[in-house]
């Protein structure tokens, strides 16, 4: 009974050590970090610091944005017709795919002429991203300031750009971007993406839409003057 005894007092004796350990363990530790978060100082230096970090990472993000290029898609008008100022049903369906592949690039902004067939190619964009079309006037060319002010006021940003055979070409180079691509009167299919902070620009020329058929020639002739065998393609007009 003796042996009994001393066995129970024994596990009773082990049972509340291990409670003190446990209530040691758990508690004194959170009453410390309690006790640190509840010091004035550190409360204040904490609440001091937080603001401080937010304000710095916003003006580091904002600084980044700044100095980040714009990225200009420009294009000729979709598919005319004729010499109206409308667009075919080519080109609404010309104008639906430039909706579809710029929206995957999250344009922010979208600048055109005032003409129908300009807005036609720009209204189904502007439509989807729910933007508003910005006018600008084509002839004379905007001067190379202008291109600075809206890659700088659209930094980081996407901006779709839509214009004429005879004004494409030249926006891009006063991007910054170079190219001796020269438009034809039935080329509605290309595009050039300007990556440009309005002074330097790298560009490149795409195809979006449905690209037609490259022409053939109506009929081949040899000018007489020519050696044998060295042929002049006459293109159909």
Same mark, same amino acid.
């Given at each position: ?7 129970? &007092? +024994? ?9 003190? *350990? ?8 959170? *009453? *410390? ?7 004035? =100082? ?6 001091? @610091? #937080? ?8 003006? &580091? @993000? ?9 990225? %200009? ?8 017709? #004729? ?5 075919? $049903? ?18 922010? =902004? ?28 084509? *002839? ?6 202008? %291109? ?10 996407? /901006?779709?750009?839509? #214009? ?17 691509? +020269? ?26 839409? $449905? ?16 050696? =044998? #065998?060295?042929?002049?393609? /006459?293109?159909?007009?």
């Amino acid at each position: 009974m003796r042996d009994r005894a001393g066995s129970i &007092r +024994e596990m009773v004796m082990k049972s509340r050590w291990c409670s003190v *350990l446990w209530i040691v363990g758990v508690f004194v530790p959170s *009453l *410390l970090v309690s006790a640190v978060a509840l010091n004035p =100082a550190v409360v204040a230096q904490d609440a001091a @610091a #937080g603001p401080q970090l937010v304000a710095a990472g916003a003006q &580091r @993000a904002q600084t980044e944005s700044r100095t980040a290029p714009a990225t %200009f898609f420009l294009v000729r008008h979709a598919d005319r017709d #004729g010499k109206k100022d409308a667009l075919t $049903e080519d080109g609404n369906r010309r104008a639906e795919a430039l909706r579809d592949f710029l929206l995957k690039q999250r344009v922010r =902004a979208i600048y055109s002429t005032d003409t129908k067939r300009t807005m036609g190619t720009a209204q189904p964009t502007a439509a989807a991203a729910k933007l508003e079309i910005i006018s600008y006037r084509p *002839l004379p060319t905007p001067p190379k300031e202008w %291109f600075a002010a809206i890659a700088k006021k659209h930094a980081g940003e996407s /901006v779709l750009i839509v #214009g004429h055979s005879n004004t494409v070409v030249p926006f891009v180079r006063a991007l910054g971007g170079k190219t001796d691509f +020269e438009f034809t009167e039935d080329d509605y299919h290309p595009m050039f993406i300007v990556s440009s902070d309005g002074n330097e620009g790298q560009a490149v020329r795409i195809n979006y839409g $449905e690209v037609p058929a490259e022409r053939t020639p109506e009929k081949r002739e040899t000018r007489p003057e020519e050696p =044998a #065998g060295r042929r002049r393609a /006459v293109e159909r007009k």
